[in-house]
């Protein structure tokens, strides 16, 4: 496998393949998915079965209520998304009443978002319960465990990072293609 690394990074063992390739569920990544994947409908039915409010529309609601007010790219940046994903996220709960969106008088490509009232009462509502499932779905690790856990994410985010820092994978996504596949296939197939 032809990957670069400008970190300390484990090798990978390409000897034996491909009657010694992994499954899904031996690797990590994957458990991490599996554990997401069964916790995101409690919160799925939680911020949009009783609140009208979708799980994406709630992360950006809980990180801007930590602030006074914060720029649009600012948000988008520390909920993990892209520009339209939260601006589409942002003017939906400008229209429900739950954010406010202000062009900056000095530079109007920057906006500025802020919660409302409404939205504030919202997250003072839902963060609790929020917390509440979370120490409900964490509750077979004791506190030694959930630390421990908690700072090997943070390390896997920040190994994660610096990855996508370092460009370790130079083919970037192709989800406009015809038949969504991969050219590897194209090629293979055009060949026979």
Known sequence: MDIKTTGPMKSIDTAGLPDSLPTLDDMLMFKLYRAWSAGNPIFTRLCEGRFNITRREWRL?????????????????????????????????????????????????????SVTQRGRSLYHELMPLVASLNEVIFQDLDSGELQALGAMLDRIVSRAAQMIDDDLIKERTHRSRPSGRHQYYSEKETAQ
């Open 61 to 113: 609601l809980a990180i801007a209520g930590q602030y006074d007010s914060l720029t649009s790219t600012r948000l988008a940046h520390v909920a993990a998304l892209d520009a339209p994903r939260t601006s589409r996220a942002v003017g939906s709960l400008c229209r429900k009443g739950l954010l406010e969106r202000r062009r900056d008088p000095d530079d109007a490509r920057t906006v500025h978002i």
